[in-house]
């Protein structure tokens, strides 16, 4: 029923782009170890990096946004360049910085209503990324220096393909250079300020309803205790797998999804759309549908629990989107929340800044591409472990 129209879709004209290229940016995002133990130790060693870096702030209130920022650009830099940063380097936080002030612009309702809202919207935060400068000099370095028999990256893996069509004469390829700093740009973009946000609405969340997180750390500190969390024991997590779900269905940080066309003349629930017509799938109407949820404008991880505190999965549960379209980055992005919200929960307790009461912590979210918490201070005290 949709035509290749949305992300990918709207960058890469032709449908026929947007098949091979989402074709090769799985299979490769898979090579690179989406959903596979290789992503997950790079997610563990960057955990470790951000613990440090919240360990630094000594209980004191700080903002999170930029430092969990850095951490998830890094699982994508490590899957695409091959390579972490260092959060000090002066390239990479400007890389960073900039993407950011890019989502961030983008959700502004002036400029939405200058650009006509998603469909150019969308078009522009991708085509903004792709032309930072530090991406064009990061993929021409590794274009200098590749292997095509040891691929580091994606971008390598992109690189050793066209270079291996254009041998054999190929040249009517969808491996073209823009294709290529387009492809990185929608990684970075699609795959970063998503995950960052809602990690970022778990810590406030957990500093919001204290007896929720205590109910966490009581689960990790008896199932895991001291060690690291790996994703084989989400199934041993249950309360804290449901606290990430209800956390992702409560504030559905993408309540309008990425539009589409439908293909074909279609009659949807009475309603007939005809061929050609932009459609915007509303998230957000089934994330909070009372017909689906017992509350659905609370935070209640109960949402996902049966009566023997088990978890269960609930088909209404979609923020990533549903069917073939569905977000390219599920895997990485559910490993991601899994492991550094575990990892966080069992090094820090997360608290309001002094004065302020939890009651006091504001849920409204703030304008932007996504929605996302607006801006506040959190105090991360550091645990003492109870193996
Ligand atoms: C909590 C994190 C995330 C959420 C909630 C999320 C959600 C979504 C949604 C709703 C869509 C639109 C699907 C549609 O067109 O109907 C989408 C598309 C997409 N996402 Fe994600 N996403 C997340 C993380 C990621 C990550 C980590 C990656 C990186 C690999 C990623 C890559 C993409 C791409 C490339 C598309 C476009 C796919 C296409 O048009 O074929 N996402 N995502």
């Not at 380097?89 to 502004?108: H, Q, T, W, Y």
């Not at 589409?260 to 003349?265: A, E, G």
Request: aromatic share 10%; glycine share 6%; hydrophobic share 40%.
């Amino acid at each position: 029923m949709w035509q290749e129209h949305s992300a990918w879709g709207v960058l890469f004209s032709n449908g026929e782009s947007w098949r091979e290229l989402r074709r090769f940016a799985l299979s490769n995002l898979r090579d690179f170890g989406m959903g596979k133990k290789a992503v997950e130790e790079k997610i563990v060693e960057e955990c470790q990096h951000l613990i440090k870096v919240f360990e630094k702030h000594e209980g004191k209130a700080f903002c999170t946004t930029q430092s969990v920022c850095y951490a998830v650009s890094n699982i994508i830099c490590s899957i695409v360049y091959g390579s972490r940063f260092e959060y000090a380097d002066p390239e990479f936080k400007a890389m960073v910085n900039r993407a950011s002030d890019n989502i961030r612009l983008a959700g502004c309702p002036s400029i939405q209503v200058l650009f006509g809202f998603s469909l150019v919207r969308v078009s522009i935060i991708f085509k903004t990324f792709s032309r930072t400068e530090q991406m064009t000099k990061l993929i021409k370095h590794l274009q200098e220096t590749l292997n095509a028999q040891q691929c580091r990256g994606f971008v390598d893996s992109f690189l050793a393909r066209k270079q291996s069509l254009e041998e054999s004469g190929n040249m009517n390829t969808h491996y073209s250079n823009e294709h290529l700093v387009s492809s990185v740009g929608n990684l970075f973009a699609a795959g970063t300020d998503t995950t960052g946000t809602t990690l970022r609405w778990g810590l406030l969340l957990m500093a919001k309803y204290p007896h929720i997180q205590d109910q966490v750390q009581e689960e990790l500190s008896r199932v895991i205790g001291s060690r690291q969390v790996q994703v084989e024991d989400r199934k041993n997590l249950p309360y804290t797998d449901a606290v990430i779900h209800e956390t992702q269905r409560f504030t559905s940080i993408l309540p309008v999804s990425l539009p589409h066309v439908t293909s074909q003349d279609v009659t949807f629930q009475g309603y007939f759309i005809s061929k050609g017509t932009i459609v915007f799938p509303l998230l957000a109407s089934v994330l909070w549908d009372e017909n689906e949820w017992e509350g659905p404008r609370s935070f209640n991880p109960a949402h996902f629990l049966d009566e023997n505190g088990k978890f269960v999965k609930r088909d209404a549960f979609m923020p990533f989107s549903a069917g073939r379209r569905v977000c390219l980055g599920e895997s990485l992005a559910r490993m991601e929340l899994f492991l550094f919200f575990t990892s966080l929960l069992q090094h820090f307790r997360f608290t309001p800044p002094p004065g302020v009461k939890e009651d006091e912590l504001d849920l409204t979210p703030a304008v932007g591409a996504t929605l996302n918490p607006s801006p506040h201070q959190l105090c991360a005290q550091i645990r003492r472990f109870k193996t």
